[in-house]
């Protein structure tokens, strides 16, 4: 079992392993009323991926812990706003202590249960993004856990001014990798194409779901390398940007340049029709 | 200026960007009573760094709550133990709040000040070590800097066990990087091999003071790539490992093979002879 943290009531450990090191690894979750988007994959991949970091959770235990918050949280978004529902975060940490970078012994792990407003949606008809200028490095151990090492992902986060909605981020080599906070989804005349998740910093929830999505529509879709030259050519049919919060999000411009955008993927993500 | 929190009184706002996503950095110094090993050093490293990721921070600021920190800390560790010191860190957050990934305008950063024994000196003679299992991966915006993103060293110190000391780490070329908390100083027959900062994941302070002080002795340091094999190689005539808190640490056993060893590097560096 952890230890559970309000973040409306402050108050984490300061030596919490979290603070200390980015120790842990987090889920954003959709919420509407007392409900949650694809709420029971958020649960399950923080089960999982908290075991590639060796970190113990039990699916029980979170899920009993999401209940609580559930129940502290939804109450506070009612009203004219409700349609537009709210966001729950769960973060998990390590917990406390050990000498240094080492864990201690029996270690206790912490989770911080927090809520926010759902934030406005983008336009339908899509938005400007542009390419980040700082690369993005992915421990091919750790490939698409959400983890709290997000240094990567804050400094390019800052490059986002004016009327950008999203930079895009690419490895050393120099492939397309990812949003900072949205996968890659590319139309082509083939078929989709993202790239895979041993390169992906954050396997996203959204992402997953689509796929199987699409895939079961019979769509043909490519887990590959996806290179700036795909995006900007004239292979590219569509850009998508893909948040289990924000939904699926075509890319109207990037770099100055307009790209082919509708919203038709828009419409097989209908997030108030999978709530649980 | 910054929020100042006391790590003995716990308390750090849940929603710190630190516990978040990593985003910050730290240091560990050694101190004597009131007198820090190199703190000059320390603190000049975290003011630039912090400027390399945008966090705002002035020397004077830093300094005057070092010395508060000092102050209140230092009389925790007197009389039998005295002559083994203390480690006082200093964690700066980048504060609380922003839009996700990107931080508000105007956000405040916090300063941590944590208090700890010296850990009890590794033996003269040297260390056993071993190589890491897990990569490390290096973004070369963040090179060198002692961020809060550290998840790679915690799961590698993970396999610090039984009679190790410390666990080496490559890049996923293959290259001899650094220690979990230790950088790497190679004797070969030419003089002194190190890799360079720019594959640094943390740019330790004792390597810079004793590089800087090898080279005004007239000794050869090339900063360049380090193989496996220069280090199980015939070419090997000692490994050190360097820690700003542990001094200049022999390996005497690496992967099961015994290394050349003596500790007469370490008599160049004496941390009684450089508190400021």
Avoid at 177 to 192: A, D, M, P, S, Y
Wanted: hydrophobic share 40%; glycine share 12%; aromatic share 6%.
């Amino acid at each position: 079992m952890f230890g559970l943290y309000w973040a409306d009531e402050g108050g984490l450990p300061a030596g919490d392993r979290g603070a200390a090191y980015g120790d842990g690894l987090f889920e954003t979750i959709r919420m509407h009323g007392d409900r949650g988007v694809l709420l029971s994959r958020h649960l399950e991949r923080m089960v999982r991926d908290a075991g590639r970091l060796s970190i113990p959770l039990a699916n029980a235990d979170l899920r009993k812990a999401c209940t609580a918050a559930i129940a502290r949280y939804s109450g506070r978004f009612t009203g004219q706003e409700s349609d537009r529902g709210w966001v729950l975060k769960l973060t998990l940490t390590r917990g406390e202590g050990g000498r240094g970078y080492q864990p201690g012994p029996g270690i206790r792990p912490n989770l911080i249960a927090s809520a926010s407003p759902l934030p406005a949606p983008p336009p339908g008809s899509g938005v400007f993004a542009d390419f980040s200028r700082v690369p993005l490095t992915v421990n091919p151990l750790f490939a698409g856990i959400k983890s709290l090492n997000r240094l990567e992902q804050v400094m390019a986060a800052r490059e986002i001014e004016d009327d950008l909605f999203e930079v895009l981020m690419s490895d050393t080599n120099g492939d397309l990798i990812e949003g900072t906070r949205t996968n890659l989804l590319l139309k082509v005349r083939e078929g989709w194409i993202t790239p895979p998740v041993k390169v992906l910093a954050v396997a996203g929830i959204l992402r997953q779901w689509l796929l199987e999505r699409l895939r079961a529509r019979g769509e043909s879709v490519m887990e590959c390398a996806l290179s700036i030259e795909d995006v900007m050519g004239e292979r590219c049919q569509g850009l998508y940007l893909l948040n289990s919060v924000m939904g699926v999000v075509p890319v109207r411009r990037l770099a100055g340049q307009d790209l082919p955008a509708d919203d038709g993927l828009a419409t097989i993500f209908n997030p108030l029709e999978l709530l649980e």
